[in-house]
């Protein structure tokens, strides 16, 4: 399931009741095919419910509706700039089902979210980028912008639901992706950075006279990986051991770059995020989605 933020916490899920009672939010477990005749029948019945409430609620004053039919309404406008889809932006949410029941909550866990505004649902990337920096808006979420039928078993959304967001944007920055491209651009104008056709940018360290690698030869390396602020994510040179890898077997950028390279050689590359690890890099390591990588590689032997 793609939640806001990747996934929703492994936590419970309350509601205050008008009593002021806190009411366990229930959790559904679904059948393991999202399109079996169980859940076709659930996600009909909650589109259904979520179609009518979004076509009453759309009457009411202040509300707006987009031509996806997203509908907003301004509950405080903000005066800064508003965020791209390429954007990472920061806020703070609360959730609901269309029925009054909250299901999470930045503020209930006292820290603001950020994620890049084009790794999350459909309707929070449209919404986000109608909001100027400060602005607090209430979506209101048809289930097609939302989750659909790719909900979390044993979650609290079903299938279907169209869905309620408070969402004030505190803030944005660039991606991570958009970094890296502006660093890019800014290293091939350094003298002895090479680029190649797929984007890949290169400078000899020392050039080697042996062979050249094909793509289904397995290499013997040294290596060591940072970021482009510098900072080390990974290095065999530090663990003492060289690194043994068939090289059609690893990121593209590695693959096309140690072609370049004859045995005895030190590149370093500069690898743009699509020939690295894009949008999915191991999750909770030090590469955040869309990251540029730098690697210095020697290049010992050819194994095979």
């Given at each position: 399931m793609k939640s806001i933020f990747y996934l929703f916490p492994a936590v419970l899920f309350f509601v205050a009741c008008s009593s002021g009672e806190v009411k366990e939010v229930q959790n559904y477990d679904l059948p393991n095919s999202a399109d079996s005749p169980d859940v076709s029948k659930i996600y009909a019945k909650e589109k259904a419910a979520g179609d009518a409430f979004l076509v009453k609620n759309k009457q009411k004053t202040g509300i707006k509706t987009t031509t996806s039919g997203l509908q907003y309404e301004v509950l405080k406008e903000g005066s800064g700039a508003k965020p791209t889809a390429e954007n990472t932006v920061k806020v703070h949410y609360t959730g609901?089902?269309?029925?009054?029941?909250?299901?999470?909550?930045?503020?209930?866990?006292?820290?603001?979210?950020?994620?890049?505004?084009?790794?999350?649902i459909k309707g929070w990337t449209e919404g986000l980028q109608l909001m100027s920096k400060g602005s607090k808006y209430k979506f209101y979420i048809p289930t097609e912008l939302a989750y659909d039928r790719n909900v979390q078993t044993g979650g609290p959304i079903l299938p279907g639901s169209a869905l309620i967001f408070e969402v004030e944007l505190l803030?944005?920055?660039?991606?991570?992706?958009?970094?890296?491209?502006?660093?890019?651009e800014q290293n091939k104008k350094k003298s002895g950075v090479k680029v190649t056709a797929s984007g890949l940018q290169y400078e000899v360290i020392k050039q080697g006279a042996g062979k050249k690698p094909s793509a289904s030869n397995t290499v013997k390396v040294h290596?060591?990986?940072t970021l482009i602020d510098g900072t080390k994510?990974?290095?065999?040179v530090d663990r003492g051991t060289p690194a043994e890898f068939r090289l059609d077997q690893v990121i593209a950028g590695w693959t096309e770059g140690l072609q370049l390279m004859p045995v005895g050689s030190k590149f370093k590359f500069y690898i743009?995020?699509?020939?690295?690890?894009?949008?999915?890099?191991?999750?909770?390591g030090p590469i955040q989605p869309g990251s540029t990588l730098i690697f210095d590689v020697e290049l010992l032997e050819i194994k095979k």
């Open positions: 609901f089902t269309i029925d009054g029941k909250k299901f999470e909550s930045s503020l209930d866990q006292g820290k603001p979210v950020e994620f890049p505004l084009n790794r999350v803030d944005f920055k660039e991606s991570e992706k958009q970094i890296g491209l502006k660093f890019l290596y060591t990986g994510f990974d290095s065999s743009p995020s699509e020939l690295a690890y894009g949008d999915n890099p191991r999750e909770r």
